[in-house]
Structures are given as structure tokens and as C-alpha cells.
């Protein structure tokens, strides 16, 4: 099973597609884990995304197609995969079917998470993570027991840049301008379903993974 999750910044995509990786027994594969990496290991792949990233904006398709080529052909991925973060645009999303194509396979299902854009606004605006760990907190829905704690290690939460009000603003008029237009080049496609995102985590999950089933 090869599933392509969509959705905007704060539609929850990362938590769901760890939770429906694990359920079908294929592999989660984030755009924004593996631009990380590449971060913290300060490779030119990196500190290259870092500036973009900063800013709200998307990483130019340059940068991340060749990654994501070399990522979903390791012998791990070889069972399936949930893509989390890509493609964000339709030229990336032409990149990957052909990539795809040479190896003889396709996407099964791509499934759009919709949220709407105060809600978005809400969750990103309260959104922590702690540098240890990277579990992720809300100031309203999933505080932390001790504030600016992590529960799990003791680990010191931060707000990223990208989740800044200002940085959320641009995120989504990013998403909306860039990203959005996704939804129209899938739709058509017989694997493609739209979910609501705007329920409790559990809720979400089960639409998915009905969805997917």
C-alpha cells in the first residue's frame, strides 16, 4: 500500500500518518523528518532548506525530489509507504508519478485531510515541541504538565519559527497558492478521498484508516 496523506500545516498529518503507518505495517516517510536530518547534520541540502523553511516558505522542488526519489527506494520501503510532507505541488506530484513509473509502481490512495483555515490558525498559533524528544504540545489541547517541560524526558519546549503568528500566516497562504491545486490534480483519480480533520485525533484516525481500507 502507497499512500499520499494532504492536508495543510496544522491538519495533523504527521500524527496521523505515524498512527496509519503502524496499522497497515508500511513505512512513514516526512518530508519535514528528512529535511531535519539534513539540518542537524548542516548539509549543503540543509542549510539551503533552513533559509526557506525560516520564512514559512516551501523548499524549491530541487531540493527535496531527488531526496524523497532515494528515500522511497531503500529496501524498507519496498512494502509500502505513507508519504507525510509530499509532494507539495503539482510539479513535485508529476516528479514523483514518474519516479514511480520507472520503477513499475503507483500510488494507491491519496487522501486529503480538510481543515479550515481558523482552525488551522488555532492549533499552529499554540503549537510546542520539545528539542529532546520532538513530542509535540498545545497550549490549549494537549498542554504539558509542567509548563515549557516536556512530560516524556524533562526536555526544554520550544516554539519553531514556522509556527510563529507571523510565520502561520504565510504558511497557509503558501499552502493555499501552491499546495492547494494538488487537491484538483488527484481528485480526479480513483484512489483519491477527502476527509474531515476537523475532529477529535481518534476520529480523524478511523476515517483514515477506513478510507485507506
Same mark, same amino acid.
Given at each position: 500500500?502507497?499512500?499520499?496523506?494532504?492536508?495543510?500545516?496544522?491538519?495533523?498529518?504527521?500524527?496521523?500518518?505515524?498512527?496509519?503507518?503502524?496499522?497497515?505495517?508500511?513505512?512513514?516517510?516526512?518530508?519535514?523528518?528528512? !529535511?531535519?536530518?539534513?539540518?542537524?547534520?548542516?548539509?549543503? !541540502?540543509?542549510?539551503?532548506?533552513?533559509?526557506?523553511?525560516?520564512?514559512?516558505?516551501?523548499?524549491?522542488?530541487?531540493?527535496?525530489?531527488?531526496?524523497?526519489?532515494?528515500?522511497?527506494?531503500?529496501?524498507?520501503?519496498?512494502?509500502? =509507504?505513507?508519504? $507525510?510532507?509530499?509532494?507539495?505541488? @503539482?510539479?513535485?506530484?508529476?516528479?514523483?508519478?514518474?519516479?514511480?513509473?520507472?520503477?513499475?509502481?503507483?500510488?494507491?490512495?491519496?487522501?486529503?485531510?480538510? @481543515?479550515?483555515?481558523?482552525? &488551522? @490558525?488555532?492549533?499552529?498559533?499554540?503549537?510546542?515541541?520539545?528539542?529532546?524528544?520532538?513530542?509535540? =504540545?498545545?497550549?490549549?489541547?494537549?498542554?504539558?504538565?509542567?509548563?515549557?517541560?516536556?512530560? $516524556?524526558?524533562?526536555?526544554?519546549? =520550544?516554539?519553531?519559527?514556522?509556527?510563529?503568528?507571523?510565520?502561520?500566516?504565510?504558511?497557509?497562504?503558501?499552502?493555499?497558492?501552491?499546495?492547494?491545486? &494538488?487537491?484538483?490534480?488527484?481528485?480526479?483519480?480513483?484512489?483519491?478521498? $477527502? @476527509?474531515?480533520?476537523?475532529?477529535?485525533?481518534?476520529?480523524?484516525?478511523?476515517?483514515? &484508516?477506513?478510507?485507506?481500507?
Amino acid at each position: 500500500m502507497r499512500v499520499i496523506l494532504l492536508g495543510p500545516p496544522g491538519a495533523g498529518k504527521g500524527t496521523q500518518a505515524k498512527t496509519m503507518s503502524e496499522s497497515l505495517g508500511i513505512v512513514h516517510i516526512s518530508s519535514g523528518d528528512l !529535511l531535519r536530518d539534513n539540518q542537524e547534520r548542516n548539509t549543503e !541540502l540543509g542549510n539551503t532548506a533552513r533559509s526557506y523553511m525560516q520564512q514559512g516558505l516551501l523548499v524549491p522542488d530541487d531540493l527535496i525530489i531527488g531526496m524523497i526519489e532515494e528515500r522511497i527506494g531503500r529496501a524498507d520501503a519496498s512494502g509500502g =509507504y505513507v508519504l $507525510d510532507g509530499f509532494p507539495r505541488t @503539482v510539479e513535485q506530484a508529476q516528479a514523483l508519478a514518474a519516479a514511480l513509473e520507472r520503477r513499475g509502481e503507483s500510488i494507491d490512495r491519496v487522501v486529503n485531510i480538510r @481543515v479550515s483555515e481558523e482552525e &488551522l @490558525v488555532a492549533r499552529l498559533g499554540g503549537r510546542w515541541i520539545c528539542r529532546a524528544c520532538q513530542r509535540p =504540545y498545545h497550549e490549549l489541547n494537549s498542554p504539558p504538565e509542567n509548563e515549557g517541560e516536556c512530560d $516524556d524526558c524533562d526536555g526544554e519546549l =520550544y516554539q519553531r519559527e514556522d509556527d510563529a503568528s507571523e510565520a502561520v500566516s504565510r504558511r497557509i497562504r503558501v499552502f493555499a497558492e501552491q499546495t492547494a491545486p &494538488l487537491i484538483d490534480y488527484y481528485s480526479g483519480a480513483s484512489g483519491f478521498v $477527502d @476527509v474531515d480533520g476537523e475532529g477529535t485525533i481518534d476520529e480523524v484516525r478511523e476515517s483514515l &484508516l477506513r478510507a485507506v481500507s
